[in-house]
C-alpha cells in the first residue's frame, strides 16, 4: 500500500489532501485522475534542496504531465520547462512558461517545429545529429536568428531500468555518438547561425543507481574540457531526467540526495549551470486514477476478476513495460481476495494488476489506481472508442477540474465523409 501525505485512509476512506475519493467519483465520474497539488510542489522543493548547492536550473519533462495546470503549478515555483514536440512547446507556452525558461528536445524534430521554437524564443534547442544542426542552421538564417544549441551526447552508458526506457546506450537512437564530438566541434565554423551554449544527455528512466549518472557526467565533463580546448564557452551541462520514484512499496526508490551527493562535487568545478529535466519524480506520486469496479467474476479454475472502468487506454504502463502500480480500495474491507484487476480493453494485455491481494471490495465501489501521475493520462488513447477522463486538482479541501472528460462529438469531430 502506498500511504502518503497526500493519499491517506481515513475512517472514512482514501483521501486526497482532504477530499474524500469517494466524493470526486460521485461528482466527476470515473475514470477520473486526481492529482494533488502539494504533492507536486513538494516534491519541486525536496528536489530543490537536494541540489541548492549546484548552481542549477530546473527544467520539468513536461511529457510526463503535460496537463496546463500541472505545468502552471511549476512554472509558478519558477520551475523551466523540458518540451519534445512543437505540441509541448505550445502546451507550456499556454501555461504561461516564458520561453527563456524551455528547452527543446527530440531526436526527430520537424522543420517546422524548430522554426516555431526559434520564433519563440526558447532557452536553447537540443540537437541529435549532424545533420538536425544543418536545418537548425539553415533554419535560423532563413528567420533571421542566431539559435542557441546544446549537443545531446549519447554517454554509452547503459543504465538498468526497463529496456525501453534506457536511452544512453549506443544501441538507441538518441543523441550523438561521443566519438563524433572532435568532428561536430570542428565544424562550427561553418555553421554560422549556431551558437554552441550547452552539451546534454539523458541516459534513461526510473535509474535506481546513483553510479550511473556518475559514469555518464565523467564522460560529459571530459567532452565539456575538450570544448573548452577548442574555444568554446559552454553555460549549460544538461544531465537529463530519469530520477526513480517508488511505485511498489517493497522496492522503494533511491532518495533524490543520494544522487545530489555524487552529482554535486562533480559539477560545481564546471563553473556553469548545470540543467535537470525531471519529469516523473516531480509528478508520478501526485496523481491517482480512479475506476470503478463494473463487475465481479471467478473462473472455473478459481481465478477472480475485478473488472473496472479503465484500462489500458488511461494507464498503458503495466502492458507496455510490465510496470506494477499499487492498486487500493477506496474503502477498506476487512476481508482481502487475490484477484486480478482488468478493464474493458478487448486486449488480453490491459490489467492494472495479476494476482494481487486487495480489499474484497463490491461491484460499484471504486478503486484506486496509484502512482498515475507520470506517463498515465499523456499516454492514453482512443483505441476502442474510449473518451478520455475527466482530471481534477485538489489542494486541502479545494478541488478544480483541470480538463473535462471528452464527449462522443469530440471523437468524430476531425473526421470528414
Ligand atoms: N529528458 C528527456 C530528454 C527525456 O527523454 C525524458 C523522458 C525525461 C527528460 C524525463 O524522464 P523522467 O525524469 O520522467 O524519467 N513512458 C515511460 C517513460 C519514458 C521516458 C521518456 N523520456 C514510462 O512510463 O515509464
Avoid: W
Amino acid at each position: 500500500m502506498l500511504d502518503s501525505n497526500y493519499f491517506h485512509y481515513t475512517a472514512k476512506g482514501l483521501n486526497c489532501d482532504d477530499v474524500m475519493l469517494e466524493e470526486l467519483g460521485k461528482t466527476f465520474g470515473t475514470p477520473l485522475y486526481v492529482t494533488s497539488s502539494k504533492s507536486i510542489v513538494d516534491s519541486y522543493r525536496a528536489f530543490e534542496k537536494a541540489f541548492e548547492t549546484l548552481p542549477h536550473f530546473t527544467c520539468y519533462s513536461v511529457k510526463a504531465n503535460f496537463n496546463l495546470s500541472v505545468i502552471r503549478t511549476l512554472a509558478d515555483l519558477g520551475c523551466g520547462c523540458d518540451v519534445n514536440s512543437g505540441g509541448e512547446l505550445y502546451r507550456a507556452m499556454q501555461a504561461g512558461v516564458a520561453p527563456e525558461k524551455i528547452i527543446f528536445a527530440g531526436v526527430g524534430k520537424k522543420y517546422e517545429e524548430i522554426a516555431y521554437a526559434l520564433e519563440c524564443g526558447v532557452l536553447m534547442l537540443k540537437a541529435e545529429s549532424l545533420s538536425e544542426l544543418r536545418a537548425i542552421d539553415r533554419i535560423a538564417g532563413e528567420v533571421g536568428k542566431i539559435a542557441s544549441v546544446a549537443l545531446r551526447i549519447n554517454p554509452n552508458v547503459t543504465a538498468e531500468t526497463h529496456p525501453y526506457i534506457t536511452t544512453g546506450d549506443s544501441k538507441e537512437k538518441f543523441g550523438i555518438d561521443e566519438a563524433e564530438l572532435p568532428e561536430i566541434f570542428a565544424l562550427f565554423d561553418q555553421l554560422p547561425n549556431l551558437l554552441l551554449v550547452g552539451l546534454d544527455m539523458h541516459i534513461g528512466s526510473q535509474i535506481f543507481d546513483p553510479e550511473y549518472y556518475v559514469a555518464a557526467t565523467e564522460k560529459l565533463l571530459a567532452l565539456f574540457n575538450l570544448s573548452k580546448t577548442k574555444g568554446f564557452e559552454i553555460q549549460f551541462l544538461d544531465i537529463g531526467g530519469g530520477f526513480p520514484v517508488t511505485y511498489d512499496p517493497s522496492k522503494p526508490a533511491t532518495p533524490i540526495e543520494r544522487f545530489a551527493e555524487k552529482l554535486i562535487p562533480m559539477l560545481v568545478p564546471a563553473g556553469v549551470t548545470v540543467i535537470f529535466e525531471p519529469g516523473r519524480c516531480l509528478v508520478a506520486n501526485a496523481s491517482v486514477l480512479l475506476t470503478k469496479i463494473l463487475y465481479k467474476k471467478r473462473n472455473h479454475v478459481g481465478k477472480e476478476f475485478f473488472v473496472v472502468d479503465a484500462g489500458m487506454t488511461e494507464l498503458i504502463r503495466p502492458a507496455l513495460y510490465q510496470s506494477h502500480h499499487e492498486v487500493q480500495a477506496v474503502s477498506r474491507h476487512k476481508k482481502t481476495v487475490i484477484a486480478d484487476v482488468v478493464g474493458p480493453i478487448c486486449e488480453s494485455s490491459d490489467f492494472f494488476a495479476r494476482q494481487r491481494e486487495i480489499d474484497a471490495a463490491e461491484e460499484g465501489e471504486l478503486l484506486a489506481v496509484m502512482s498515475c501521475g507520470a506517463y498515465a493520462a499523456v499516454m492514453s488513447s482512443n483505441y476502442n472508442g474510449r473518451l478520455r477522463p475527466a482530471e481534477v486538482m485538489v489542494n486541502g479541501s479545494e478541488v478544480k477540474l483541470v480538463r473535462k472528460r471528452e464527449t462522443l462529438e469530440q471523437l468524430v469531430q476531425n473526421e470528414l465523409f
